[in-house]
């Protein structure tokens, strides 16, 4: 197999091409890591509403280091702001909104996506048996739509869109779209569907880093 | 710009089919979404579940849209009441179906359906009439029923202000079923009192978060 | 068996008899009717928290005719007045309260009460198939204890206290203490036990007027 | 009169008995009642459970706690964090016992504990390591797992203004578990950071009525 010369996107830019398809008016939760980058990438024009888990909606960006408030922080225990039109609810009232289905997104980073939409992000092996898992669970399954954001590929270069998880599952046929380093793939019936590569990355390429088998969209 | 505010009735209304489950918020006249409950009946769908705490009085209102033969069934936890004749001309004429569920369940039914609780297990109505069918069981000693999620396609609540992201307060007792209505249903309209700048609202004080609404209409109280 | 003279409670001291029971600090339920005129007979000095099913924790009596808000009644649809410490509250947090254990009383009106605590208050046959059962079944099943008042026979002097009800059931063993016109009765494992009786009443004409067997507590 | 306001953390700790559940509100460090765990390490009691949305950071308050031995089991949605030092040592020891609950599925069940619901069923972790040997059903094609009410014994919570009656509002994030959880246990002690007269709080604004509350500790912010 031939290796074509490509460019591997950025976190920022896994995370701009994210918000790139979030449109107007969705209520939205992002997950730590990548996807909390994702807000800064949403145009300042474009009304989205993002959750936090601990019971803020509406959530803005960082304060300014003169206007931080330590009363006011996100689920990854960052100091946030609040914008007009958010408001505080508690904590069951919060997973309400997640549970019940009332946002629209959430976008969660991962260790495993399978073809099946099965999604494995909160315990790398069923050995660990203390691991975090926080809201994830409740994301995962309760949400209108999940999206995951996450590399390619593990640092030692296996495949993290797999046939089947190996690690513990967050959540069962649950995800929708998954956004890489390497390309934009829709979990489909048929399994992954590649909606978009990047640039000068190849089909086969790609193919050769997915343990799962691909097809195009 | 996210803005929720609908300029008419006829846009607050919009898309109600025949055959939905309509969510009625109010407890006796207070709180209740008169004006919406009208631009129903002027819309003109048809075969649908009302789930309300009363079944109408008077021949206004919810008992019009009954009168008008455009329900099929109500949901509610107190039917009789000295003004519930058009109910219950229609339910002894064999027109309409009723299901009784306590007042209690009825609201947490409606919250566990906007709470993504599929189903739950209360004491409440254990031995009785209303359990009756229903599977049961023993937690700590204590006989329950299993009760399920009661989610609404629309749910008409009526508010005191609100903001264009749906963002509502309510006016003392005028709250009751209107925020767990509001979490119920696939499409929540509010009537409300006034329309205030976003940000106006004071995020502390806000009852219904504007996630769980879709369509604000400006009706204030005459 | 022979009949002495005696003076039955009326409504307003049968209220008074079951606000004399009430300690300071309880929150309380009160049902339509009798129920309704307890609050009226709470000394002043004495807080006791009022809880009306729509929402309305802190309820404070009827309001002067100018003060009347029409945004503010209680379950039976009265206006009503909220007292300082009072508090709204939605429908499924108004029901937490009664069916979370947190109502100390709830005192209700009855057809009948049986000897097991059973009650029937909501229906007055199986074949009323449009009864009206609003929040009797919740506050029933959900309250600390719940206290019944009632005439303690029918207008026809048909029992009301009874060994088993033939009306349909609100809840099963549910009643810890019914105060009637003639007497306070406390339910028991054993059954009844007299615990007060209206002045110049012998227990024999109590019995004479009660299905199920009494004894004295 | 009612007056819910302690004189002091002796008071406020009064009571709370060897192998009670403990409900600890807070998320991160923001609304946590750090004052009431001072309290509770002075206090004595040992064998707990304690709920909780982390497993103690550093080697102050709940995981100063843990260190100390009195924490038999915690239950939790996020154990291992950056700070969880003592919590670790004590696993890897196998001298705490770990429940590890979705964030979700753990403020639910709390929530369950104060609104009289025994157990309910949910999405949240079906298929999952946490779902094992746990009931499950299938709702409208959605398989669910069954969930237990999570009551405590004693809840710990932080709030912003209290009156005497034990009403309470919070400031911003730091609502999050502590309404849950005052709902939840049969004594609950909140550390406040004022006590206003009684009717001084709007009544629409009261988040936690007074219902919820027994105990008011005064413990002004820094």
């Not at chain 1, 994301?139 to 995951?148: I, P, S, T």
């Not at chain 2, 629309?154 to 509502?168: F, P, S």
Request: net charge negative.
């Amino acid at each position: 197999m031939s290796e074509t010369s490509f460019t591997p996107l950025s976190r920022k830019d896994m995370a701009r091409r994210v918000a790139q398809d979030i449109p107007e008016g969705w209520y939205v939760n992002l997950g730590i890591g990548i996807p909390t980058l994702v807000a800064d990438f949403v145009p300042a024009e474009r009304e989205v509403v993002f959750h936090s888990e601990n019971g803020v909606l509406g959530m803005g960006p960082a304060p300014a280091p003169d206007d931080a408030d330590p009363w006011l922080i996100n689920a990854g225990k960052q100091q946030v702001t609040l914008l007009r039109g958010g408001a505080y609810v508690h904590h069951a009232d919060s997973f309400a909104m997640i549970r019940g289905g009332h946002l629209d997104l959430c976008v969660l980073g991962a260790f495993e996506v399978a073809e099946n939409g099965d999604i494995a992000n909160w315990a790398t092996s069923a050995n660990d048996t203390a691991p975090a898992v926080g809201g994830a669970m409740d994301l995962a399954a309760g949400a209108k739509r999940l999206w995951v954001v996450m590399e390619h590929t593990t640092k030692e270069g296996h495949p993290k869109l797999v046939r089947r998880c190996g690690y513990p599952l967050t959540a069962m046929r649950a995800v929708r779209r998954v956004y890489t380093n390497l390309a934009v793939l829709d979990v489909t019936e048929q399994g992954f569907a590649v909606v978009d590569m990047a640039p000068g990355l190849s089909f086969d390429d790609l193919q050769a880093r997915t343990d799962a088998p691909l097809r195009k969209a | 710009m996210i803005n929720k505010t609908v300029r008419d009735m006829a846009e607050a209304m919009q898309g109600i089919a025949d055959g939905a489950t309509v969510l009625v918020g109010g407890f006796g006249s207070v709180g209740q979404p008169d004006a919406l409950i009208d631009g129903l009946i002027e819309q003109g769908a048809k075969d649908l579940t009302v789930v309300a705490n009363n079944a109408g009085n008077g021949r206004v209102g919810l008992a019009r849209l009954m009168e008008l033969g455009r329900v099929r069934r109500i949901i509610c936890s107190f039917p009789r009441s000295a003004g519930s004749v058009v109910f219950e001309e229609l339910y002894k004429a064999g027109k309409i179906e009723l299901e009784i569920v306590p007042q209690g369940t009825l609201a947490e039914r409606m919250r566990a359906a906007g709470a993504g609780v599929p189903a739950f297990y209360t004491p409440t109505g254990y031995g009785t009439l209303l359990a009756e069918g229903k599977p049961t069981a023993e937690f700590n000693g204590k006989p329950c029923v299993l009760e399920h999620a009661l989610p609404g396609d629309v749910a008409l609540v009526q508010a005191h202000k609100a903001d264009r992201w749906g963002n509502l307060t309510y006016r003392r007792s005028g709250r009751n079923f209107n925020p767990v209505m509001a979490m119920a249903a696939a499409i929540t309209i509010a009537q409300v009192d006034m329309v205030e700048p976003l940000g106006t609202l004071d995020p502390e004080e806000v009852v219904t978060p504007g996630i769980f609404v879709d369509r604000v209409l400006l009706h204030p109280v005459a």
